[in-house]
């Protein structure tokens, strides 16, 4: 079993930054494409983000381009996700979640998840 720990959310004014880390533990972190996903209010939770193994191949929805950047240090067995330029269509309960194989966006069938943490973004 591979364990996810998400952190970082919070609440923050359109235009702001947050940067959320998904640390893992348990299985070997560099044999997985890590993604991060996300569900706000109501609506069924989404694909955001996705990274290769080696951190060589990234992707990012349109919705999120030029805002967000996923990056990985496999020496730290954490995933990251810079969000900057937030803007309120971005609030949701953010998902850390791990995949052996490769990077084949949209991320959808992991193999494990992180329970999550909240970003809220006020206009």
């Known amino acids: 079993q591979m364990q996810l720990a998400e952190s970082g959310g919070g609440s923050v004014q359109a235009g702001g930054s947050l940067r959320l880390s998904c640390a893992a533990s348990?299985?070997?972190?560099?044999?997985?494409?890590m993604g991060w996903f996300r569900q706000a209010p109501g609506k069924k939770r989404e694909f955001v983000s996705g990274?290769?193994?080696?951190?060589?191949?990234?992707y990012h929805i349109d919705s999120v381009k030029g805002r967000f950047t996923i990056a990985r240090d496999n020496a730290k067995n954490t995933v990251y996700l810079q969000m900057n330029s937030l803007i309120p269509e971005d609030t949701a309960v953010y998902y850390c979640?791990?995949?052996?194989?490769?990077?084949?966006?949209?991320?959808?069938?992991?193999?494990?998840w992180g329970k999550g943490t909240l970003v809220t973004v006020s206009s």
């Open positions: 979640a791990a995949v052996t194989g490769p990077l084949d966006p949209p991320l959808s069938a992991m193999d494990y």
């Open positions: 990274i290769s193994q080696s951190g060589d191949s990234i």
């Open positions: 348990g299985r070997t972190f560099s044999k997985y494409v």
